[in-house]
């Protein structure tokens, strides 16, 4: 075969494969940045893991190192509680913040940011996203994305669908078209919306995780806020790092 026509298909091939990691990875353009002055530095935006699933529950498992994710909502001095106890500890942490509670409180996407976490979406109003049509979930995504960008430069770097562990083939869908390749799910359950007391939040926390468990916790709530400092002295005991989801994963 002649070699112009080796290297024509090379890179057809390439070109191909490149097309297929961005549909597997669900990358689509996203909407240019609104004009005028943007918010500086730009928090960063969603990445694509081509070869993992579009719905990601655990990260690498050769390796000490969890996540522990908030869903971002409720009282704000508890959300800083929360944060101040990571910081301390040398911990990173994942916060997938509801859209209206950052139209109350505005200041919390740059709080979560300049403290070193990662910041993503929870849909705008927290409902049952498994139960909408995929027009309505996209409606819903899109929305929080909204304030997410206005506020932070970004769309946040991953989406966590409301009210459920599992997103529907509907809602990942509309994940994929809302520019988060990926939709973020959970191996370990704290439990602590239950407020069942901060021992019994360690507890359901550290009788199941393990290296790579991505954990879900929630702000608004004052056992996590009490179980947080027990919670990362065990991590540290075992040997496992905190870390923040795309440092996970990466």
């Not at 494969?17 to 961005?22: K, Q, R, S, T, Y």
């Not at 940011?113 to 049952?128: A, E, I, K, Y």
């Not at 069942?196 to 056992?223: C, E, K, M």
Request: some cysteine; hydrophobic content about 40%; charged content about 20%.
């Amino acid at each position: 075969m002649p070699t112009d026509r080796r290297g024509a298909l090379r890179a057809g091939a390439a070109t191909a494969l490149a097309g297929a990691l961005a549909t597997a990875c669900g990358t689509e353009p996203r909407p240019a940045p609104p004009k005028g002055p943007a918010p500086a530095p730009a928090a960063p935006s969603p990445r694509c893991y081509p070869g993992r699933p579009d719905e990601i529950a655990n990260g690498p498992r050769d390796r000490p190192a969890v996540a522990l994710t908030f869903h971002g909502q409720g009282d704000p001095a508890l959300a800083r509680a929360v944060l101040g106890h990571a910081e301390r500890a040398g911990a990173r942490v994942t916060v997938l913040a509801v859209g209206d509670w950052l139209d109350r409180y505005p200041e919390m996407a740059r709080r979560v940011l300049d403290g070193g976490h990662d910041l993503g979406n929870h849909t705008q109003r927290h409902v049952d996203v498994n139960a909408m049509t995929e027009a309505d979930a996209l409606a819903e995504i899109q929305a929080c994305a909204t304030r997410l960008r206005r506020l932070t430069g970004s769309i946040g770097t991953w989406f966590r669908p409301s009210r459920t562990q599992h997103a529907a083939e509907t809602v990942r869908r509309a994940a994929r078209r809302a520019g988060y390749p990926h939709v973020l799910s959970y191996d370990v359950d704290s439990l602590d919306y239950t407020s069942p007391g901060p021992a019994a939040v360690v507890s359901h926390v550290t009788g199941r995780i393990r290296n790579g468990s991505v954990v879900s916790l929630h702000f608004g709530y004052a056992d996590t806020v009490a179980a947080l400092p027990l919670l990362l002295a065990d991590l540290d005991r075992r040997g496992l790092r905190a870390v923040t989801t795309t440092e996970l994963l990466t």
